[in-house]
Structure formats: C-alpha cells, structure tokens
C-alpha cells in the first residue's frame, strides 16, 4: 500500500515538469509563438555558415507569421534558434549536455542517442541541422519586444553567430 501511495505521489510532483516540457505546451513564451502553415505572410530563406547566418538582421511587422527555410550550407552542424538572451543562457546548459552526451558532435547530429535519452531537440522555436541539411521554421512575432536568433551549439554563439529582428515598428521609430 505505501508503494502504490508513493508511486503515485512522485507521479504528480513530476508529471507538471513533463507537460511543461513539451514542446506542444505554452507555445507563446514572450518572444513570439509558433504559427500555423495557413497564416503565413511570407517567405524568408536564412543560410547558416561557420560563425554566421545570412542575412545578420531581418526585418519583420509586429504579429507577422514568417517561414523560414533554413539551411546549412556549413561544414559543421548549426541550429537557428530564435529566442532572446536568456532563453538562450537557459538552452546552452542543454547543448552542451547533448555534445558532452555524444548526441551532437560538431559534424553531426546523432538522432538516436538524443531519442533514448529523451532530448529530441524539437521545440517549435528552433532547427538543429547537419552540412547540407534544409528545414523550416514557422513562427508569428510579438507585437513588440526584443527578439533575435542564433546558434547555440557549444561556442557558435559566443563567436558570433547570432542575428537580430527588428519589428518594423521599432525600426521605423529610430
């Protein structure tokens, strides 16, 4: 009896961390939300090369839902990621896990080690690719705020590679 009692207690204490987890749950965090096919406004290709994406700066309207297709003409593998400083502090800790793990290395991408440990990096927000891979993001923007995109693979990120939005509200006003 106290087994069961016990089992079903650590059941509830860490069944919110995995419905938080998901990446299905709180699509809006502050910075955007992930879109729907049906309502995009338009069509952005990024390419992402060692140390930097192309184009650095894109400009988008406040509550406009874009597709990017993303890929990686690089030798080493990427990920777009769009967030803001410290949603990218929180997701470094994850990336090196994943490269520390085995998951990632710096040339490929590892699908089936990041499936038994439970770390698909699938959240809507965010590609993870290797050389020559093409993928797509659709996102719709905040009304406003700060904004940006980068790569979080261990030391991409500090050697640069990372871009900004500007919604064109705030570009207009400077």
């Not at 593998?77 to 290395?105: L, Q, Y």
């Not at 440990?117 to 009304?143: C, K, R, Y």
């Amino acid at each position: 009896m106290h087994v069961k009692t016990f089992g079903a207690v650590c059941a509830i204490a860490i069944l919110p961390g995995f419905v938080l987890a998901s990446p299905g749950h709180g699509t809006d965090v502050g910075f955007g939300e992930a879109g729907r096919p049906g309502n995009v406004n338009r069509t952005i290709e990024v390419a992402m090369k060692e140390m930097k994406f192309d184009p650095k700066t894109i400009v988008v309207e406040p509550g406009e839902t874009v597709r990017f297709v993303v890929t990686n003409t690089g030798q080493f593998i990427h990920e777009f990621n769009i967030g803001t400083d410290s949603t990218w502090d929180g997701h470094r800790a994850e990336m090196n896990a994943m490269m520390r793990k085995g998951m990632i290395t710096a040339r490929e991408i590892r699908h089936a080690r990041m499936e038994e440990a439970g770390m698909m990096h699938d959240d809507p927000n965010s590609v993870l690719l290797a050389p020559n891979q093409t993928a797509e993001v659709i996102w719709t923007f905040p009304e406003e705020g700060e904004v940006g995109f980068a790569c979080n693979v261990p030391g991409h990120r500090e050697a640069g590679m990372k871009g900004t939005f500007s919604l064109l509200r705030e570009a207009t006003m400077n």
